[in-house]
């Protein structure tokens, strides 16, 4: 089955269509599906999510650099994007074009300490919110997903083996040190 250019961001229509097309039902048998947009209420859910996300980002010493000193702007595009992404209107697209997360989000330093404080205050934004088990859990699992994804620069690990001994390996000659024939 070919998708058409919005499935990419309604990743459950796909799962959805692939049920109905496998086990097909009359159509008076048919159940409606609603979008996670719909499950959540709409868009005052992401509203009130990003009002508590951004609340949190404004007094966090490691993600506050991030940002620019107003953040309506950053609040407003996050809101849009996940709205659209669950199933909401388009206006994201209409208004900053193709998401392209990675290249949106290069020119800033994102390492281990930036993904961690982005998943705890979005952590606790959804908690306040009041949602149910299974959408928080999606939720949570397409943020962690994407935070991942978003990581660009990865912090000097400071490796200590004087204390147990040479790597594994390490004794094996190296090509320079191999005999010629």
Request: net charge negative; proline share 8%.
């Amino acid at each position: 089955m070919r998708h058409q250019w919005p499935y990419y961001h309604e990743p459950w229509r796909i799962i959805v269509d692939k049920a109905l097309n496998e086990r097909p039902q009359e159509p008076s048998r048919r159940v409606p599906v609603k979008s996670m947009y719909e499950r959540l209420g709409g868009m005052a859910f992401f509203e009130m999510l990003t009002e508590r996300f951004y609340g949190r980002v404004a007094t966090d010493e490691v993600l506050r650099a991030l940002y620019p000193g107003d953040l309506e702007a950053p609040r407003r595009h996050l809101c849009l994007f996940l709205a659209q992404f669950w199933g909401g209107p388009r206006d994201y697209d209409e208004l900053r074009g193709s998401p392209a997360l990675r290249a949106r989000h290069q020119p800033f330093r994102i390492g281990a300490r930036e993904h961690d404080a982005w998943i705890q205050h979005m952590t606790a934004a959804m908690q306040d919110t009041g949602i149910g088990a299974l959408e928080e859990t999606q939720l949570l699992s397409y943020f962690k997903s994407v935070a991942s994804h978003l990581v660009n620069t990865h912090d000097a690990i400071d490796l200590d083996v004087s204390e147990h001994g040479p790597a594994p390996g390490s004794d094996r000659p190296q090509p320079a040190d191999e005999p010629t024939r």
